[in-house]
Structure formats: structure tokens, C-alpha cells
């Protein structure tokens, strides 16, 4: 939707970038408090209620001209948004044997990179028929219908629909965070999380299909199409590397693996001249591969926290992984409009394919800093071989 919202609300990528990063304001935060009321309320209400959020955040976001009208309705979404995996991960820890944790971790992730293909190739080929407007118009109906469908079928525990009403005070639930935070691996972990999604959250969610389209002068929906291999990878990495993670008996080595993968693609991404676009689908692929240890970073939650804490718990990590969009969408953005290196074309700010490689050395930066995280500071903490 990059190059039509821009013309739409007039802005640049600078103010593109502030609208996108709306979403990240909202998510970020939110993390702790939906981590602390999963474990008071459970999924069931919350994840619903949180569906329907987003829906009505979709809805008022493509019903608008105005950039912080706009501005609002992606700050609902991601108030919404927040609740999403934290909710699997609460009843993967209630419904599974923690042995199978990061396996059904990264099964999860792989569905929530399903929903990421849609919205790359098949999104740019719908707004291309319909617009974008009436494209988050149909995501708004569909968010509707899957709210309806998670009040029907999901339910808290394996013996109870609907998780009992809670007993201690709200306030006391701050409790929870304060005895998550003491301890120095829910910090290490989060770093980790932190370095390895910035990437993704900067380039397959927001500059990935501008930069390809000016890397390679196609369209937007071959452009698409091209981002959505990182989904792809993201998919197929994120259980393979849980898969992994337990074969190896070692958390630290799948996180490793990851963080290799991711540096050695970024690297071909932005600094390797004449890739053809052939093997592009490769290297993205391998980008999106190396995502997939993030997921594996919610099974060192899950190994380092009692079943009490690992709502409230991977509410945090989710937040550093979330923090990644929110600082560096918008100041990609700034630094691209601040290269003085675009054009204007029909009222749309196109940059050259350097100002885009000085403004994503970012990606590069963050996996590096990954790979030593996982290798020379975060402990091993696999059950029986910690």
C-alpha cells in the first residue's frame, strides 16, 4: 500500500513511516499489559475482544483523508494486534507438554506468516482491482468473522471453556512484571528478540517492496510477490529451527544458526550488485529463515519462567521484538527523505537504490549483534541440559 497511501495523504516515506510506526506505538507498549491479563482473564475473551479491535481499527483506517485520523486507526490495530501470539503462546503453555513448546511455537508463527503472504502478492494484486481503501474495507469484514469463530471454538484450558474470575487485586498483578524483570536472562533474551525481528519489522513490513522495486524496476505486485519469500522463509524457519532447537538439545545453537542466515542474506540483499531476480527469491527466503529465531526465543521464556509467568513473561520479550518497528520505521524513513537523493513521480518520493542501502544498514547491524548474543552471552536453558 506504500506507494498509493503516500499519494493519498500527501506525505513522504518520513511521514509514511510515522503513519506505519502508529501501529508499533500501540503494540510495543502493550506487550506487558496484555501479558498480565492473560494470565488474569485468559485468551479466550481477551483474544476475541482484541480481534474485533483491530477490525474496527481497519475499518476507521480506510475511511479517512487525514494523516493522524489515519494515524489513529493503525494505533487501534495495534492496540488489537498485541494480543495475537501472546495468546497462542498462553494455550500452547495449557493445552502441550513443555517438550513440544517450540515446535508448536514455530507452527504458530508459520500461520501468522501464511496471513503475511496474503498480504503481499495477493494485497498489491487486490488493491490494484478494488483499492486500498476498499482492500482494508475486506480485512475489516474478514477480522469480524475470525473474532466470531475464536468466541466459538477457543477455549482457556483442556477441562474449562472460560478461565476462572481472578481473586487477587489488578494492582498486585505488577507483582508478575517485577519478578520477570529481576532476573538478567529475560533482558538478554529480549536483546536477542530485539535484533533479530528489527529487520523484518524495517524491511518486509514496510521498505522491502519500494526497494525492490527500484532495485529491479518492476512493478509493485512482482515486487510483492518477491517480499513474500521472507514470509515464506519465516514460515517454514520458524518450526524447523524449534524442530532444531530440540534435535540439538540447545537453544543457543538454533538461535546461532538463525542469526547466521540473516546476516549472510542482508549482506547479498543490499551490497551484492547484479543478483539476478531468480535467485533474489533465494536470498529473501534465507532472510526470512533467519527470522525464524525469534520464535525459538519464546521457547527460552517458556524454559526460564513457571507456567504462572509465561503470559507476563513473553509479553515482554514480545515487546522487544516489537520495539524494532517502532524506533527504526520511522528513522528509516528519515534517513531516506534526508539523503536529498529522491524524485517526485506523479506526487510519490522515489529514493535511489544507495540512499536505500545507506538507510537498511541497519538489517545487517542488527543480526550481527544477534550472533553474538546467542553465541557468547545468552546461557543455554534447554530442559536437562541447562
Not at 517526485?344 to 541497519?362: D, I, R
Request: hydrophobic share 55%; charged share 10%; with cysteine.
Amino acid at each position: 500500500m506504500a506507494a498509493p497511501m503516500m499519494k493519498t495523504f500527501h506525505v513522504s516515506a518520513e511521514g509514511f513511516g510515522v503513519i506505519s510506526a502508529f501501529y508499533f506505538y500501540a503494540y510495543a507498549p502493550m506487550q506487558l499489559p496484555a501479558g498480565l491479563l492473560f494470565d488474569r482473564y485468559g485468551p479466550r475473551k481477551l483474544m476475541t475482544a482484541a480481534l474485533i479491535l483491530c477490525a474496527l481499527g481497519s475499518f476507521f483506517f480506510a475511511s479517512t483523508d487525514s494523516v493522524i485520523t489515519a494515524s489513529i486507526g493503525r494505533f487501534l490495530i495495534g492496540i488489537g494486534s498485541a494480543f495475537s501470539f501472546i495468546g497462542v503462546l498462553v494455550l500452547v503453555s495449557r493445552w502441550f507438554p513443555v517438550t513440544y513448546f517450540a515446535i508448536l511455537a514455530g507452527i504458530a508463527q508459520s500461520m501468522s506468516s501464511v496471513g503475511a503472504m496474503f498480504g503481499e502478492m495477493p494485497l498489491a494484486a487486490l488493491i490494484e482491482h478494488v483499492g486500498w481503501r476498499q482492500a482494508s474495507f475486506i480485512l475489516a469484514l474478514v477480522g469480524f468473522l475470525l473474532a466470531l469463530l475464536l468466541w466459538c471454538f477457543i477455549r482457556d484450558f483442556p477441562h474449562q471453556p472460560t478461565q476462572a474470575l481472578p481473586t487477587r487485586r489488578l494492582r498486585d498483578e505488577w507483582e508478575r512484571l517485577a519478578e520477570v524483570c529481576r532476573q538478567s536472562y529475560t533482558w538478554i533474551t529480549g536483546a536477542y528478540a530485539f535484533c533479530i525481528w528489527t529487520p523484518i519489522a524495517v524491511f518486509a513490513a514496510l521498505w522491502g517492496v519500494p526497494f525492490l522495486q527500484e532495485k529491479y524496476q518492476v512493478g509493485v505486485v512482482v515486487a510483492s510477490g518477491l517480499c513474500s519469500m521472507i514470509w515464506l522463509g519465516i514460515g517454514i524457519g520458524s518450526p524447523l529451527l524449534g524442530f532444531i532447537s530440540d534435535k540439538l538439545c540447545s537453544r543457543r545453537k538454533a538461535l546461532a544458526i538463525s542469526s547466521l542466515f540473516g546476516l549472510v542474506a542482508t549482506l547479498i540483499l543490499l551490497y551484492v550488485d547484479h543478483v539476478s531476480i531468480g535467485w533474489m527469491y533465494i536470498v529473501l527466503f534465507m532472510l526470512g529463515f533467519g527470522a525464524g529465531g525469534q520464535t525459538v526465543s519464546f521457547a527460552v521464556v517458556a524454559d526460564n519462567n513457571p507456567p504462572h509467568l509465561v503470559g507476563t513473561a513473553s509479553g515482554f520479550n514480545n515487546l522487544s521484538v516489537l520495539l524494532g518497528g517502532a524506533l527504526f520505521q520511522p528513522l528509516v524513513g528519515v534517513m531516506l527523505h534526508g539523503s536529498a537523493d529522491y524524485r517526485l513521480v506523479n506526487g510519490v518520493h522515489l529514493y535511489t537504490l544507495h540512499s536505500y542501502q545507506h538507510a537498511l544498514l541497519v538489517m545487517p547491524c542488527c543480526y550481527f549483534l544477534s550472533l553474538i548474543l546467542a553465541w557468547c552471552i545468552l546461557k543455554e536453558s534447554y530442559p536437562g541440559n541447562r
